[in-house]
């Protein structure tokens, strides 16, 4: 079945500055890969998705970079802001009908 | 409002007493499912419906039941609790199954399990 595997962990960054957080998936058939932001003591929420015949999305801040060769995605977030800390999870699809999530990366922005 | 809910919210139990931890959206939607969260693991899938009375394991699937017998409810039944089922759980539901449907989370349940 489908792995996926995010990094990193932990990301500090100063406010103002990009992000990056990279994830890696094992099955060559997955064609779609959302990214969710879960503040804290809420619940997941969908930020951005993509699918696979797409290379690059991008919504305001927040852009997702698409690799199928290497099958890996990214989501980059740029002019960080305090509101932006939480941890954010990549996915990808597998069998058409469910995800499987990555672990997580806890953002910081420090002000 | 369009929403999934969860009951209850926080559980604190003891070791093989049953328990059910229910999910209601009131999206029409088709596909719902369940998921724990732990440190370090992300969210892990523990069951996945399709439709009414179609329902499949996931990934972690061990020590858990779910029943679709209504469109809008999906509940998780932990017939025989143990310490390891502690964790943060949340249900989620799309509008189809398949590819490119958000999914929709509830608030959580956190239960913790002595």
């Known amino acids: 079945g489908e792995n996926v595997e995010q990094h990193p962990s932990t990301l500090s960054v100063q406010e103002g500055d990009s992000a990056v957080i990279k994830c890696t998936y094992s099955?060559?058939?997955?064609?779609?890969f959302p990214w969710y932001k879960q503040e804290l003591g809420k619940r997941p929420q969908l930020i951005i998705d993509?699918?696979?015949?797409?290379g690059e999305k991008k919504d305001q801040r927040i852009a997702v970079t698409l690799n199928k060769t290497a099958k890996h995605f990214s989501l980059h977030i740029t002019e960080t802001q305090p509101e932006d800390s939480a941890v954010y999870f990549c996915?990808?699809?597998?069998?058409?009908?469910?995800?499987?999530f990555g672990a997580g990366t806890i953002l910081r922005v420090k002000s | 409002e369009a929403q999934v809910t969860q009951n209850p919210r926080y559980l604190i139990t003891v070791t093989g007493k049953k328990l059910t931890v229910t999910c209601s959206q009131n999206?029409?939607?088709?596909?719902m499912s369940w998921y724990r969260q732990d440190p370090g693991l992300g969210l892990r899938q523990i069951y996945y419906?399709?439709?009414?009375?179609?329902?499949d394991k996931g990934d972690v699937p061990e020590g858990y039941k779910v029943s679709r017998k209504e469109k809008r409810n999906f509940p998780l039944i932990l017939e025989s609790p143990s310490p390891n089922q502690t964790s943060l759980y949340f249900c989620?539901?799309?509008?189809?199954?398949?590819?490119?449907?958000?999914?929709?989370f509830g608030p959580g349940t956190r239960l913790t399990v002595l």
């Open positions: 989620a539901s799309s509008l189809r199954v398949g590819l490119y449907n958000e999914q929709f």
């Open positions: 099955d060559s058939a997955s064609n779609y």
């Open positions: 993509i699918r696979s015949n797409v």
């Open positions: 996915a990808a699809e597998e069998y058409g009908n469910k995800l499987v």
């Open positions: 999206m029409n939607h088709e596909y």
């Open positions: 419906s399709m439709n009414v009375e179609v329902t």
